[in-house]
């Protein structure tokens, strides 16, 4: 694995900009991403602890007087990417950013474990504190913003409005949203489809979906009471919700070693509280025993699985029964011999495509994040299993943006697709290696 090793730190050397931030893969995306730079600094930090600051540092510098982060940061100029600054008018919200462009939607807030990563990892204990103490206050300022502005019921559990925002770009789950909308069309020349195949891709209709759902937020200048009234798409996602638990858990425990912030602990303490209550409670569905996503728009959980549906393992979300369910479904449905742990949509369902985005290839990053959350409750062989997996993944195929679960793939010969080179395929597999058995 010396050779993987050292490949994965060639893919992020070579990735990360001058401006101070790693873009996720050459050509398809030129500019910074919120959730990725957050799993590119985990990377950074087994080998270069000074990329791994800067990483956090300049997405952080990026954020909003209202404490949000949204999820591209446009650092460049670059027609290579649909939609850009132009599109999304960031400047529309009065608390946006004065020095940089970005977009008015956001991602899954990662940054609270990946500082308690850092934290782990750090050699110079003495060090990190001193970066964490500068950085913190942000990631916090980020959560508040979360609650108060994006927990519609006051029970713990923040929306989305955007599909972008769950990650999960294009997963099937939307679907059932999209019959429900009908946007005009609109005409722009796609820029990833000159880079990857389009049949790997979202498609034009769904495209029109997006830009509508970004018109309509900009219509009410990315206010956020007006979008939770007027957005087709409002949604509470599992893994959202699940990263922000666990990064609710990664600032308690940081602030308690800085110490000092009694407030700010109290707060994150009740606020987690409840979002794991409304995690139980709202989300889990007992004859599917996994985590559902819930359509606010609409009042009803959308009954498809996916690997979002296991990430509540990587919380304390799921007690010792639920946590035995969720390991249940996932080897009943996704992990039969022929297939690599975990496909990121239900490989028994009509609508799972393992090519296409997040239609059913296998994704590093939620593989990372069940790993550890196997791990935690319990379940050595089944964690074990998805981290192997993930390394055979990357290393027959390279570092890919995402992979065909199939281990016979009868399409083609190569399993590996979307982006090549891409940064957080390589960071990860770093932190697998190399602190996977922590």
């Given at each position: 694995?010396?050779?993987?090793?050292?490949?994965?730190?060639?893919?992020?050397?070579?990735?990360?900009?001058?401006?101070?931030?790693?873009?996720?893969?050459?050509?398809?995306?030129?500019?910074?991403?919120?959730?990725?730079?957050?799993?590119?600094?985990?990377?950074?930090?087994?080998?270069?602890?000074?990329?791994?600051?800067?990483?956090?540092?300049?997405?952080?510098?990026?954020?909003?007087?209202?404490?949000?982060?949204?999820?591209?940061?446009?650092?460049?100029?670059?027609?290579?990417?649909?939609?850009?600054?132009?599109?999304?008018?960031?400047?529309?919200?009065?608390?946006?950013?004065?020095?940089?462009?970005?977009?008015?939607?956001?991602?899954?807030?990662?940054?609270?474990?990946?500082?308690?990563?850092?934290?782990?990892?750090?050699?110079?204990?003495?060090?990190?504190?001193?970066?964490?103490?500068?950085?913190?206050?942000?990631?916090?300022?980020?959560?508040?913003?979360?609650?108060?502005?994006?927990?519609?019921?006051?029970?713990?559990?923040?929306?989305?409005?955007?599909?972008?925002?769950?990650?999960?770009?294009?997963?099937?789950?939307?679907?059932?949203?999209?019959?429900?909308?009908?946007?005009?069309?609109?005409?722009?020349?796609?820029?990833?489809?000159?880079?990857?195949?389009?049949?790997?891709?979202?498609?034009?209709?769904?495209?029109?979906?997006?830009?509508?759902?970004?018109?309509?937020?900009?219509?009410?200048?990315?206010?956020?009471?007006?979008?939770?009234?007027?957005?087709?798409?409002?949604?509470?996602?599992?893994?959202?919700?699940?990263?922000?638990?666990?990064?609710?858990?990664?600032?308690?425990?940081?602030?308690?070693?800085?110490?000092?912030?009694?407030?700010?602990?109290?707060?994150?303490?009740?606020?987690?509280?409840?979002?794991?209550?409304?995690?139980?409670?709202?989300l889990f569905d007992d004859k599917l025993g996994v985590y559902l996503h819930y359509d606010l728009r609409n009042e009803r959980k959308l009954p498809y699985i996916c690997s979002s549906s296991?990430?509540?393992?990587?919380?304390?979300?799921?007690?010792?029964?639920?946590?035995?369910?969720?390991?249940?479904?996932?080897?009943?449905?996704?992990?039969?011999?022929?297939?690599?742990?975990?496909?990121?949509?239900?490989?028994?369902?009509?609508?799972?495509?393992?090519?296409?985005?997040?239609?059913?290839?296998?994704?590093?990053?939620?593989?990372?994040?069940?790993?550890?959350?196997?791990?935690?409750?319990?379940?050595?062989?089944?964690?074990?299993?998805?981290?192997?997996?993930?390394?055979?993944?990357?290393?027959?195929?390279?570092?890919?943006?995402?992979?065909?679960?199939?281990?016979?793939?009868?399409?083609?010969?190569?399993?590996?697709?979307?982006?090549?080179?891409?940064?957080?395929?390589?960071?990860?597999?770093?932190?697998?290696?190399?602190?996977?058995?922590?």
């Amino acid at each position: 694995m010396e050779k993987l090793l050292d490949r994965a730190k060639e893919v992020l050397n070579n990735n990360f900009q001058q401006g101070g931030f790693t873009i996720p893969s050459k050509g398809l995306y030129p500019f910074q991403w919120k959730w990725d730079s957050g799993f590119i600094a985990l990377g950074f930090a087994h080998y270069d602890m000074p990329k791994a600051k800067t990483e956090i540092e300049t997405i952080l510098d990026a954020q909003w007087d209202n404490g949000f982060i949204p999820h591209i940061v446009f650092h460049t100029e670059s027609d290579s990417y649909f939609p850009g600054a132009d599109f999304h008018q960031s400047h529309l919200h009065p608390k946006s950013s004065k020095r940089y462009r970005s977009t008015g939607m956001t991602q899954p807030p990662v940054f609270g474990f990946v500082l308690e990563k850092l934290y782990q990892i750090a050699e110079d204990k003495e060090d990190i504190l001193r970066f964490i103490k500068d950085q913190i206050d942000n990631v916090y300022d980020n959560h508040v913003y979360f609650y108060e502005h994006r927990d519609l019921h006051e029970d713990g559990l923040v929306y989305i409005y955007h599909n972008w925002e769950s990650g999960t770009d294009n997963s099937p789950l939307w679907d059932d949203i999209w019959e429900t909308m009908n946007p005009p069309e609109y005409h722009f020349e796609r820029r990833d489809t000159t880079h990857v195949d389009p049949a790997q891709r979202p498609s034009k209709r769904e495209y029109d979906h997006y830009l509508y759902i970004i018109d309509i937020a900009k219509k009410h200048g990315y206010d956020d009471a007006m979008i939770a009234k007027h957005s087709p798409f409002l949604l509470i996602d599992p893994l959202f919700n699940t990263a922000l638990s666990k990064s609710n858990e990664s600032l308690i425990a940081l602030y308690a070693i800085l110490g000092g912030n009694d407030e700010k602990i109290a707060y994150l303490q009740e606020k987690n509280k409840k979002t794991l209550s409304g995690m139980n409670q709202k989300l889990f569905d007992d004859k599917l025993g996994v985590y559902l996503h819930y359509d606010l728009r609409n009042e009803r959980k959308l009954p498809y699985i996916c690997s979002s549906s296991f990430s509540p393992l990587f919380s304390a979300a799921p007690n010792e029964e639920r946590a035995n369910k969720l390991v249940e479904v996932m080897i009943e449905k996704f992990g039969g011999d022929d297939k690599y742990l975990c496909a990121s949509f239900d490989p028994t369902h009509e609508r799972f495509n393992p090519r296409k985005y997040w239609r059913g290839p296998v994704w590093i990053n939620l593989n990372w994040m069940l790993y550890y959350g196997l791990k935690r409750h319990g379940f050595e062989t089944i964690a074990n299993r998805v981290k192997n997996d993930s390394l055979q993944l990357i290393e027959k195929n390279g570092f890919h943006e995402y992979f065909d679960c199939r281990i016979e793939n009868p399409d083609s010969e190569k399993g590996g697709y979307g982006g090549d080179n891409f940064s957080w395929s390589a960071a990860l597999l770093i932190d697998l290696l190399l602190n996977g058995e922590q």
